[in-house]
């Protein structure tokens, strides 16, 4: 956990929402010059603290409208810092909660350096990044379709359909369904599921040529990887955004759920916490990674064998998944491309 402990002449606190704001200034020394709570709009904002703007840090919990408040700091000139959501709860839980009293905690953690930071994703990516988690929904949504259609099949007691993936595998796919009630439900998913497919393709061809002209190099070395595609590649490069913003591998493997932080006190283990903090997006993409590098690679499927024996099949995943995670932050660090022969070394 990282804390913001910059020091300033005035501390902003802000509970944020979507259609209001309530803002929160104390001073150096904790006396509390402003306390309002005001529309979500810039002027608005600015009018606010135009008094205090001299040596002023901008403080906010990451939720879903924060967007639009740290590229106007960053216009205008303002220390701008973005809170942990779930570290934020943890510290600053209490009796009582409205949004003028948090306004006043986020205030109050920032004056006494107790403000945990989430990083603050660059502009020029952000909406690259985001549409790219918007093409991965999208699949999903294919997915679930075509699981209703298998799983219709299946309560009809009809034989198994097999692969429906692929739009050749699904040729007289409705003249298995008798019933036409049942056979128009089936037409539904399949119209659905090829308007999908035609929004996917050019969506990920649009997101390709962008990758290509933000970071080819990049790009480049993750698809390097066996079983790393475009898609598997680009999920990976902009959601690190840059391997630079990690001190250690100790930290960027933790920010991509693949390590257990154990839970200790007074010599004592108490298990495991801390599972959902870190990057979902990047979790999913390396055991995903890891699942396509062993298809047809017999030297990794045997030291995988070997891990599953000793570990359970389960766990040896995690390792590989982990490993992969340690490789790819000295590949992009180093600026070299993946070496099989070095990441099987030891394992």
């Not at 606190?13 to 402003?34: F, P, Q, R």
């Amino acid at each position: 956990m990282r804390f913001y402990t910059k020091q300033h002449h005035f501390y902003c606190g802000i509970d944020l929402h979507a259609d209001a704001m309530y803002v929160c200034i104390i001073n150096s020394v904790g006396e509390m010059v402003v306390h309002k709570n005001i529309p979500t709009k810039p002027k608005s904002f600015l009018r606010l603290i135009k008094p205090y703007r001299e040596r002023l840090v901008v403080g906010c919990e990451c939720m879903f409208s924060w967007y639009w408040l740290a590229d106007l700091c960053a216009d205008e000139g303002i220390d701008f810092v973005l809170g942990h959501a779930l570290y934020m709860r943890a510290i600053h839980g209490g009796k009582a909660k409205n949004d003028k009293i948090d306004s006043h905690k986020i205030a109050v953690l920032l004056r006494g350096g107790s403000f945990p930071l989430a990083y603050v994703y660059p502009k020029e990516l952000r909406a690259t990044r985001d549409l790219l988690r918007r093409r991965n929904h999208l699949v999903r949504k294919k997915s679930e379709l075509i699981a209703h259609i298998q799983n219709t099949a299946t309560q009809y007691n009809l034989p198994v359909l097999g692969r429906i993936a692929k739009p050749t595998e699904r040729e007289g796919l409705l003249n298995k369904f008798t019933n036409p009630v049942v056979r128009r439900m089936v037409e539904v998913d399949l119209l659905t599921i090829e308007h999908y497919e035609q929004l996917l393709a050019t969506l990920e061809w649009q997101l390709e040529r962008i990758t290509e002209r933000q970071a080819p190099v990049e790009l480049a070395l993750l698809k390097s990887i066996s079983g790393v595609g475009r898609i598997l590649g680009m999920v990976m490069l902009y959601e690190i955004e840059s391997i630079a913003r990690f001190p250690r591998v100790q930290d960027f493997v933790s920010y991509c759920r693949l390590v257990k932080p154990e839970k200790q006190s007074n010599g004592k283990s108490y298990g495991h916490s801390g599972k959902r903090i870190g990057n979902a997006h990047l979790r999913w993409a390396f055991g995903e990674a890891v699942i396509l590098m062993l298809k047809g690679n017999k030297p990794l499927q045997a030291k995988r064998q070997r891990l599953a024996s000793k570990h359970g099949k389960g766990k040896a995943l995690a390792i590989l998944s982990h490993r992969l995670g340690r490789a790819v932050y000295f590949m992009l660090k180093n600026q070299v491309p993946f070496d099989q022969e070095k990441f099987m070394r030891g394992i």
